[in-house]
């Protein structure tokens, strides 16, 4: 079976461009999570969807990201304009339930490097 | 709020050597305990898992026993391989509907041959 498919695995885009990450959950699963890696700051939920529709977004740091959900195996993570501070891996991760099983499925991660 | 707090790392062992990773929690009610495993290149993994007090959560020879009295849910495996390098995140979970799995910082394991 198909795991959490994301895509670009890499990106390397200059300050300013626009930047959409994609995400295919796990046919069946009605969560969705999208998480930010750094060092720094280690492993950041940015928002969670139950059943296509946002239920957290207190994760996303500002008003340049921005996540769709159009429909039950797809979504996007948009960064609009990025910043060199927006460099990281972002993970998109999708779950069988409600978030309470605490059983998610991650994807590799599309590592974003903002020059 | 919930939190979760690991060991200080990074932690770096010899083939075949004991391993322990502390994890503390705070969390109200009776949460439910992870830990997930990141290998190099890769998105996180659930290694194993336990649900209510007593719990021991078993995978790939690790365990971890789920402590409510000291609220503890340390990571051990007693012979370690070099396939075992890694990232090990502890979580939790409460119960409900929309509940969000809390991650601690994350602790980095490399074993040596």
């Known amino acids: 079976d198909a795991g959490v498919i994301q895509s670009p695995r890499h990106e390397v885009t200059e300050m300013g461009q626009e930047v959409t990450l994609r995400c295919k959950p796990i046919?069946?699963?009605?969560?969705l999570f999208w998480y930010r890696q750094t060092m720094m700051r280690g492993l950041e939920l940015l928002i969670y969807?139950?059943?296509?529709?946002?239920?957290?977004d207190s994760g996303m740091p500002e008003d340049r990201f921005s996540a769709k959900m159009p429909n039950a195996s797809f979504s996007t993570l948009k960064i609009q304009p990025s910043e060199p501070r927006d460099s990281a891996v972002y993970f998109c991760?999708?779950?069988?339930?409600?978030?309470?099983?605490?059983?998610?499925?991650f994807g590799e991660g599309s590592r974003l490097t903002v020059l | 709020g919930n939190s979760v707090t690991q060991m200080e790392g990074p932690v770096t062992l010899s083939e075949e050597a004991f391993l322990t990773i502390n994890c503390t929690y705070t969390a109200t009610g009776y949460p439910s305990l992870f830990w997930y495993v990141q290998y190099p290149g890769e998105g996180l993994q659930l290694l194993l898992k336990?649900?209510?007090?007593?719990d021991k959560g078993s995978n790939k020879g690790f365990e971890a026993t789920y402590r409510k009295e000291t609220t503890s849910f340390h990571l051990e495996k007693g012979s370690v391989q070099v396939s075992d390098s890694a990232v090990y995140f502890c979580?939790?979970?409460?119960?409900?509907?929309?509940?969000?799995?809390?991650f601690g910082k994350g602790i980095t394991l490399s074993v040596r041959p």
């Open positions: 336990a649900t209510k007090a007593d």
């Open positions: 991760a999708s779950s069988t339930r409600a978030a309470g099983t605490g059983e998610l499925f």
């Open positions: 979580a939790l979970i409460n119960t409900g509907a929309n509940s969000k799995l809390t």
């Open positions: 046919s069946g699963h009605n969560s």
């Open positions: 969807f139950n059943n296509n529709v946002p239920i957290d």
